[in-house]
């Protein structure tokens, strides 16, 4: 299984991005799909998680209300819109994909047995 990050860019601050996630090889209805983002020198942190069943979100605190993590199940792909958009969400973005069933903890980045491979976001002021 390979997961498909796209849609990062450059724009100023302000601005909206949408970032895309496509796993390839099958199906993740019904677990969790998450976005985390790494910036220089900084460790990886959560974004968001989706889960496909019963279609519930989870963000991190600078994320909500900015961001919005949802999933298409005929495109079997995860967007995480971005909007009002700051310097400081500047990083490279990953989404992640668990097959783990039960109780997990989605801002763990050692819960994720799958990840893309990260697309630049770069917000300038």
């Known amino acids: 299984v390979q997961l498909q990050a796209s849609g990062g860019g450059s724009v100023q601050a302000g601005g909206s991005l949408r970032l895309s996630c496509a796993p390839s090889g099958r199906t993740f209805s019904g677990r969790v799909m998450s976005w985390f983002r790494q910036a220089p020198g900084k460790e990886r942190e959560f974004v968001a998680a989706f889960w496909w069943n019963i279609r519930r979100t989870y963000y991190a605190d600078f994320s909500e209300g900015r961001f919005t993590i949802s999933g298409d199940n005929a495109r079997n792909t995860v967007y995480l819109q971005m909007n009002s958009l700051k310097p400081e969400d500047t990083a490279v973005y990953f989404c992640?994909?668990?097959?783990?069933?039960?109780?997990?903890?989605?801002?763990?980045?050692?819960?994720?047995?799958?990840w893309g491979q990260g697309t630049q976001v770069t917000v300038s002021s």
């Open positions: 992640a994909a668990t097959l783990r069933v039960g109780s997990i903890s989605v801002s763990l980045s050692t819960t994720y047995d799958y």
